[in-house]
DNA sequence: CTCATGGCGATACACTGTATTTAATCATTA
DNA sequence: TAATGATTAAATACAGTGTATCGCCATGAG
């Protein structure tokens, strides 16, 4: 028996903390989608068995709240921002960009509610930027109609660009209906509009497209800003 | 061997389609949530085995694809409707109702595109109402923007719901924070706008506040089909 | 050195989506 | 009518999942 046939000694079990679990799950995540995390996996990553994992979070919904609230670390913004206006609009846009960095985040985006530190320091920057301007009644009507349009923009965003990815598509031609099923749809002249506009649709950039109804939503917002309800 | 040790003659098997299908799956998950959902509780609803499901669709995600186009058949409604404006409010708010009654909507809503036949008739009924308002483009974008809205409004109305549900605590106290998580997070007094906003807030009725942002958000929209982009 | 304790890995269970293989039934032809 | 071929359902199988439980082993205290 010389030294290398030696067995290794045992190797000590590398100390686990939330962080490094979230790290691993993230890496996942962003490689493979959310279905590309499991326990075994997120643990195997980590040089650990699976039930490991159970002295630091105690479920796998639990797992996913965490990774959200991750995220939102990346979201809030370092250095401080102007009016309401561009923290809003700052705010959305370094969401949608987090979801194109971490396409997973739109499945979860909006699932839950997010509570977690990261996220309530988020709610708390949109809070903070319309303190004061108006009742609170249009203050939490204004921060949750802004975040109810950009969840739903950039789960549709997210979801077209996957359709595209799936079926090979280009954006013109999904948008040209080549899908032969939709084709056929639009063939049976049951939707005369729809058929209109994907004929004359010209191509559409998703960021400015997100910019722009984004803007809308916030021109919405200041007009009743400047006029709080009676 | 009498009449009653006979076995019973082999029972056909009943014939089955998409549309048993889907409603048995649709059966499942308001009773249980999209979890609850497995080809083998589908298929044992119809007295089937799993694999004969493969004949009709081809994977699971189809099946959820199914289950969300059968969804859109109630949205869409019977009778004509009015200008632009109350297509586009009545579709939004049958969609908010479609999803209390079928909560695991929001789970799939703006998680891909509704290419179903209903779907593209609820797209239609979009489109042609605001067709010759204004150049495509902004037709697009407005329809995409109220999408975009009550899909995220949807989902965090029924994110919120599950919380309070699960918690077990009444809205009220839910918005009160009575969360001991949440309450330790404020106390850190890290968070002074939200903590503000917890202690001052009045109960708001979900409905109402639904309303309200969507008739913000098509006040925008209004705005931009009188004055189309340059 | 001995013993207790607590964390960790291994094992186990019920279940999942789906591929494949086998059995049964039906239609068709001789 | 008998036999054969084609279609369809069922059974089995597989790799993987989240999580509960159990038993071991290393470390600390006495």
Redesign the pocket.
């Known amino acids: 028996m010389t030294v290398w046939d030696r067995p290794e000694p045992?190797t000590?079990?590398v100390?686990?903390d939330r962080e490094r679990i979230v790290a691993a799950a993230i890496a996942l995540a962003d490689e493979g989608g959310l279905e590309?995390?499991?326990?075994?996996?997120v643990?195997a990553r980590l040089?650990?068995?699976?039930?490991?994992?159970?002295?630091y979070?105690?479920?796998?919904?639990e797992?996913f709240d965490l990774m959200v609230d991750e995220v939102h670390a990346e979201i809030l913004p370092e250095e401080q921002l102007g009016d309401w206006r561009e923290v809003l609009r700052i705010l959305a846009q370094r969401t949608r960009q987090a979801a194109l960095r971490h396409e997973w985040l739109a499945d979860l985006l909006g699932g839950r509610p997010t509570l977690g530190p990261n996220g309530l320091a988020v709610t708390e920057a949109k809070l903070a930027a319309l303190d004061g301007l108006a009742d609170l009644d249009t203050v939490m009507r204004a921060v949750e109609t802004v975040s109810a349009y950009f969840t739903g923009a950039i789960r549709r965003e997210i979801a077209n660009l996957r359709a595209e990815r799936a079926t090979g598509l280009s954006k013109r031609d999904w948008q040209r209906a080549s899908g032969p099923h939709v084709r056929r749809m639009l063939a049976t002249g049951r939707f005369p509009a729809l058929a209109k506009a994907v004929h004359d649709g010209t191509e559409v950039d998703a960021e400015a497209s997100f910019a722009t109804g984004l803007d809308w939503v916030l021109d919405a917002v200041a007009a009743k800003l400047a006029r709080p309800p009676a």
Do not use: H, N, Q, W
């Not at 590309?36 to 996996?41: E, F, I, P, T, Y």
């Open positions: 045992p000590r079990p100390p686990l590309a995390v499991s326990l075994r996996k643990a040089d650990a068995g699976p039930m490991r994992l159970y002295g979070i105690s479920t796998k919904e797992l």
